[in-house]
């Protein structure tokens, strides 16, 4: 099972930030599982953002959740992440994540990431 | 959110050293720690979690362990590919939050 990121490299101050992730090689349907992303300022440490099960329930880190909306489409496998207003500060790796476990929380699968910055 | 606080942010050894990393938890988060490696140019790869379960293919020398809101990672003898970042990350309580890394360096 493979997850690959795409998206634009570049997004202007105050514009949506959108990335989608397709899942090659499984299901997003697997109950097992919740799908989600994580960011990595460079040269710093990683923060995560949130994640959803294929049934369509999210959970959101607060920091980012009036900007954040996550989706999913299990026809194509993939899910999605918009955020909007961004700023510099939002300039990062983002990678999508397969979460596990009992608590969904250990983050056994990753994307290679794609590196998006944020300027005019 | 739950504060982890990873310690030493740096360290350098050589190969065959035993290394020893540590996380405190702001709260008492039970089990639910994980650690992650990363290498430059890669993304994060799980290592052990649940505070002592080895992922699947995960070397034996890799292991992990808890003191209350105490949680240590010991690699028992470095190897040359050991080099890299190592991260804890809390997952009992949303948002799940990460500690700050531990860089292990060459001596």
């Known amino acids: 099972l493979q997850l690959q990121e795409s998206g634009p490299g570049l997004v202007k101050p105050s514009e949506t930030l959108s990335l989608t992730c397709v899942v090659s090689?499984?299901?997003?349907?697997?109950?097992?599982?919740?799908w989600g992303w994580i960011r990595q300022p460079p040269g710093k440490g990683l923060e995560w953002i949130g994640n959803?099960?294929?049934?369509?329930?999210?959970n959101y880190n607060p920091s980012l959740r009036s900007r954040l909306t996550m989706s999913l489409d299990t026809s194509k496998n993939q899910f999605s992440l918009k955020l909007t207003s961004v700023t510099a500060a939002d300039t990062g790796v983002y990678y999508c994540?397969?979460?596990?476990?009992?608590?969904?929380?250990?983050?056994?699968?990753w994307g290679q990431g794609t590196l998006v910055s944020v300027s005019s | 959110d739950i504060q982890m606080t990873q310690s030493p942010p740096s360290l350098s050894a050589s190969v065959g050293d035993r290394v020893t990393i540590t996380c405190q938890a702001s709260?008492?988060?039970?089990?639910?720690v994980n650690w992650y490696q990363q290498k430059p140019g890669q993304a994060p790869k799980l290592l052990v979690y649940?505070?002592?379960n080895l992922e699947t293919g995960v070397p034996s020398r890799f292991s992990g362990s808890r003191s209350g809101t105490d949680f240590t990672f010991t690699i028992s003898s470095l190897q040359p590919e050991d080099f890299a970042t190592y991260y804890c990350?809390?997952?009992?309580?949303?948002?799940?939050?990460f500690g700050p890394g531990t860089k292990v360096e060459s001596k």
């Open positions: 649940d505070t002592s």
């Open positions: 994540a397969r979460h596990a476990g009992p608590v969904a929380g250990s983050i056994d699968l």
């Open positions: 709260q008492d988060i039970r089990k639910y």
């Open positions: 090689g499984g299901s997003l349907g697997n109950t097992n599982y919740y």
């Open positions: 990350q809390q997952s009992d309580d949303l948002p799940f939050t």
């Open positions: 959803m099960f294929y049934t369509g329930g999210t």
